[in-house]
C-alpha cells in the first residue's frame, strides 16, 4: 500500500515538473517572437457563362462569385536548450476571386441584344467584386499583420513536431478573430456595392431591345 502511496506521489510530482518545464520553455519561445513578412496577392479569375436549362429564380441574371481567401506560412525556427521554438516568419496571403459564374435565363438566346444587355449588367456586378478586393488592399495588411502579432511561437521538443506547430499556427491565424471580421466586412462590402448597381440601374439598355 505504501509502495503504491510514495508511486502516486512521484508521478504527481513528475507530471507538476513536466508542466512546469514545458510552460517554462513555452515562455522562453517568447524571446524568439518575430514580425513576419506579408505579402498579399490575388487569385488569376475567369469568367464563366451558363444558362441554366430551366428559368432562373432571378430577374434576368445573376453572378455567384468564388472568393478565396487562403494563407500560406512559413516558420523560424530555433533551436533552444529543451526543444524548438516555432514562430510566424513569413505570410503568403492570397485573397480575391478565382471564378464568375454568370447565369443568364434560358428566355435570352446568345448573342442576341437582350442577351448582352443582361451579360453587360452581370459584368458591372463582377467588376463591383474586383473593387472590394482592390480597395481594400490597405485593410487586408492591417487584418493578417493584427492577428499575426498576436500569436506566439509555439514550443516543441521533438524536431519531427515542427511542421505540426507551423499547422497549427496556420490554424490559429486564419480563426483569429481579425480574420473572420476581415471576411465579414469583405461580404458586406459586396452585399453593398451590387446594391448600388441594382438600385442605379434604370433597364433601358435592356427595355431598348424591345423597341
Not at 453587360?120 to 474586383?130: G, N, S, V
Not at 433601358?204 to 424591345?210: A, G, P, R, V
Request: aromatic share 10%; glycine share 2%; charged share 25%.
Amino acid at each position: 500500500m505504501f509502495s503504491w502511496f510514495f508511486k502516486r506521489i512521484f508521478f504527481t510530482f513528475f507530471q507538476i515538473f513536466l508542466f512546469v518545464s514545458v510552460a517554462n520553455a513555452a515562455d522562453d519561445c517568447l524571446d524568439y517572437k518575430i514580425t513576419p513578412i506579408i505579402s498579399i496577392n490575388q487569385p488569376l479569375w475567369e469568367e464563366n457563362i451558363i444558362q441554366p436549362l430551366e428559368h432562373t429564380d432571378v430577374l434576368h441574371g445573376d453572378v455567384i462569385a468564388t472568393l478565396v481567401s487562403n494563407f500560406e506560412i512559413t516558420g523560424d525556427i530555433t533551436s533552444i536548450e529543451d526543444g524548438f521554438c516555432v514562430a510566424l516568419k513569413n505570410i503568403d496571403a492570397t485573397i480575391g476571386y478565382s471564378d464568375f459564374m454568370v447565369q443568364i435565363d434560358i428566355h435570352y438566346k446568345k448573342d442576341t441584344c437582350e442577351y448582352n444587355a443582361i451579360l453587360q449588367h452581370e459584368d458591372e456586378h463582377i467588376r463591383a467584386y474586383l473593387s472590394v478586393i482592390e480597395d481594400n488592399q490597405d485593410l487586408f495588411k492591417k487584418s493578417i499583420q493584427s492577428a499575426a502579432e498576436s500569436i506566439t511561437p509555439i514550443f516543441v521538443k521533438n524536431e519531427q513536431d515542427i511542421e505540426s506547430a507551423i499547422d497549427t499556427l496556420n490554424d490559429k491565424l486564419q480563426n483569429h478573430p481579425d480574420i473572420i471580421l476581415l471576411k465579414q466586412r469583405i461580404k458586406a462590402d459586396e452585399e453593398i456595392r451590387n446594391k448600388y448597381i441594382d438600385l442605379n440601374d434604370t433597364g433601358n439598355t435592356l427595355k431598348n431591345c424591345f423597341k
